[in-house]
């Protein structure tokens, strides 16, 4: 069964303490992997997607990477407003299209 | 990207009556998904509703309950109808802006409270 799975689901950090989120799948064919900010309630905020093992993406404090089995999210030198759940999301084959399977997500709080 | 805004942002209901959520982007897209955020959960795709046929629904979710519209490329409506507590979720419609790419935008979502 396809499955997405995000750890921690939740991660207390200082500000300035660097540290990263997981997200681990496994589905039968990766189409593409997303990341996605959101702020307690609002709609979730496109950050990136990956297509492929080895590939990184790069904004600002964040910093996404691939493999064949899991995707993790960086965070260097984190700032209060960095505090947000962070989802993660992998498009998979599905008959004859594509699905979206969708991680619970890590809430990720910054302390000052 | 896309902006995309919805109507109402939230709404306290009685039980058993109807909603109608609008979403209204700012440019012609031809894919729009409907998604359900259950409290501390993660999103469920409730339908796809592309312009000009019926919308799709995923397991679980049925056009008695869940009535779509799409009448044009900027604009599309869900209803959730004869509502109970367990419909009190946040509901949320995104865009493909690009048919070659498979990131999605999305809105600020609907609070719905059912009482």
């Known amino acids: 069964e396809d499955q997405v799975t995000q750890s921690p689901e939740a991660l207390r950090l200082q500000e300035g303490e660097s540290s990263s989120l997981n997200c681990s799948y496994t589905?039968?064919?990766?189409?593409?992997l997303f990341w996605y900010r959101q702020d307690p309630g609002k709609g979730p905020e496109f950050l990136f997607t990956?297509?492929?093992?080895?590939e990184e993406k790069e904004k600002e404090r964040l910093k996404a990477t691939l493999t064949k089995k899991e995707s993790f999210l960086h965070i260097t030198a984190p700032k209060p407003e960095d505090s947000a759940t962070y989802l993660c999301?992998?498009?998979?084959?599905?008959?004859?299209?594509?699905?979206?399977?969708w991680g619970a997500g890590t809430k990720l709080i910054i302390k000052p | 990207s896309a902006v995309i805004s919805q109507k109402p942002s939230r709404d306290i209901c009685q039980r058993g009556t109807s909603l109608t959520i609008q979403c209204q982007v700012d440019?012609?897209?031809?894919?729009m998904f409907w998604y359900r955020q259950q409290p501390g959960q993660s999103l469920t795709l409730i339908a796809t509703?592309?312009?000009?046929?019926?919308?799709?629904?995923e397991s679980g979710f049925v056009i008695d309950k869940f009535p779509i519209s799409r009448p044009n490329l900027t604009f599309s409506t869900l209803t959730v109808s004869n509502m109970s507590p367990e419909d009190s979720s946040i509901y949320l419609c995104?865009?493909?802006?690009?048919?070659?790419?498979?990131?999605?935008?999305f809105g600020p979502g609907t609070r719905l409270t059912v009482l």
């Open positions: 999301a992998v498009q998979a084959p599905k008959d004859s299209n594509y699905q979206l399977i």
């Open positions: 589905v039968s064919g990766l189409r593409g």
């Open positions: 990956l297509y492929s093992a080895g």
């Open positions: 440019s012609q897209v031809t894919m």
């Open positions: 509703a592309n312009q000009g046929s019926e919308a799709t629904y």
């Open positions: 995104s865009v493909k802006v690009q048919l070659s790419t498979d990131t999605q935008y």
